[in-house]
């Protein structure tokens, strides 16, 4: 019926101007989002920001003071969490340590009275899904971290929720087992079709797993889009410079009839693609990254400069360069024959379109 076809078409998870209140202090602030079903959102933001809060008012964990959260198109404010159809999987892996990992996974199937051949049929499926087949009857402490982080998963996955939220699930992980993991928790997520929120101050696994991101800045969202969208087109300064560090080169426009040239604080004078004209004299923050810039080569604009620091990387080099200005700036770039030393003198440069502009309230322009 009507009911029927407006849940199948509204939204996974719906958040309408939510305020979140720890006593006095207000951590999320009219907060909006909508999620698509079946997508992989990532709240991404600093120690601080709200995320958890935010993820833990979809599971019913804390309660919201204004706004509305609509799950598969229902207001669920009232629904208390044992009625929410929600799995969580969380950074401290919180298996029920003298539980077998069957005893473990089913937990979920039990509390909802499925029926024990049920039980051992998805059980089974569940462990096939994270690669560990076969280890119904091992503890938690006979895994390895990475593991016991695929059995929460299993858990949490087990009883087919509508929707999945995960906490900082990677972090607890050493560096190999966390990529291992991004993509193992991507595609599990792909194949069953499964909305899943995740949580993260990285932003690697941001960019990585996302469909959509969600960059948060002290309990509001500050930009909401793909992960290219936020990468190259960052919204504020803050989002340019939470992902991936980019170069804040402050300057004014010098020149707005043709190309628009912008002279920065160090005196050297570049030219940029605005979005639209600007007018001569008015500040404007040109905001490179560190991948964009070229050493040497035949770049539009070219910033002679002194090496500070190298850092070799493998394929590619982080260079620390005083090109004159406030602060250094950072290049990431490929090695070409031999990797740059300390106190030699170079140029960076970077074309008109690998940057973006930034007004004096630091707002994308
Ligand atoms: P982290 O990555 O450090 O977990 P976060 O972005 O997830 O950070 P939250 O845990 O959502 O941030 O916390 C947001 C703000 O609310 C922080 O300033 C935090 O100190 C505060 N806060 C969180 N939980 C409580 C609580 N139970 N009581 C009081 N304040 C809290």
């Known amino acids: 019926g009507a009911i029927a076809t407006a849940e199948a078409s509204s939204p996974a998870v719906e958040f309408r101007n939510i305020d979140i209140a720890y006593g006095k202090f207000v951590a999320v602030r009219d907060f909006s989002l909508s999620i698509r079903k079946g997508s992989f959102v990532t709240l991404l933001g600093p120690s601080g920001c709200g995320k958890t809060t935010i993820l833990r008012s979809i599971a019913g964990l804390v309660d919201i003071s204004a706004g509305q959260i609509m799950i598969g198109g229902r207001r669920v404010d009232d629904v208390p969490i044992y009625k929410r159809n929600i799995g969580l999987v969380f950074q401290s892996y919180a298996l029920f340590p003298h539980k077998s990992v069957f005893d473990n996974v089913a937990f979920g199937l039990k509390y909802r009275n499925v029926a024990k051949p049920e039980i051992s049929r998805k059980v089974g499926q569940a462990l096939d899904m994270v690669r560990l087949p076969g280890s119904e009857k091992k503890l938690p402490s006979q895994l390895s971290g990475g593991q016991q982080q695929r059995i929460a998963l299993a858990r949490a996955i087990v009883f087919e929720p509508q929707v999945l939220l995960l906490d900082e699930p990677l972090s607890a992980l050493d560096a190999n087992m966390r990529e291992e993991m991004r993509v193992e928790i991507k595609k599990i997520q792909k194949e069953t079709g499964i909305t899943a929120i995740f949580v993260t101050h990285d932003q690697e696994e941001a ?50 009839d043709g190309p628009t040239a912008v002279t920065l604080a160090s005196g050297q004078t570049v030219r940029v693609l605005s979005p639209k004209a600007l007018a001569q004299g008015s500040a404007v923050t040109v905001v490179v990254r560190p991948q964009k810039l070229s050493v040497g080569g035949a770049s539009a604009n070219r910033l002679p400069g002194r090496v500070v620091s190298a850092s070799y990387l493998g394929g590619s080099a982080i260079y620390e360069v005083d090109i004159g200005g406030a602060a250094n700036i950072r290049a990431n770039a490929p090695i070409d024959g031999r990797v740059l030393t300390e106190g030699e003198t170079i140029e960076l440069g970077f074309d008109p379109d690998d940057c973006v502009l930034l007004d004096q309230a630091g707002r994308r322009i």
């Open 207 to 256: 960019l990585s797993m996302s469909d959509r991101i969600v960059v948060m800045n002290a309990g509001s969202a500050e930009q909401i889009g793909t992960p290219e969208e936020v990468y190259e087109r960052p919204a504020t300064a803050f989002v340019a410079d939470f992902l991936g560090k980019a170069n804040m080169l402050s300057g004014t426009v010098s020149r707005s």
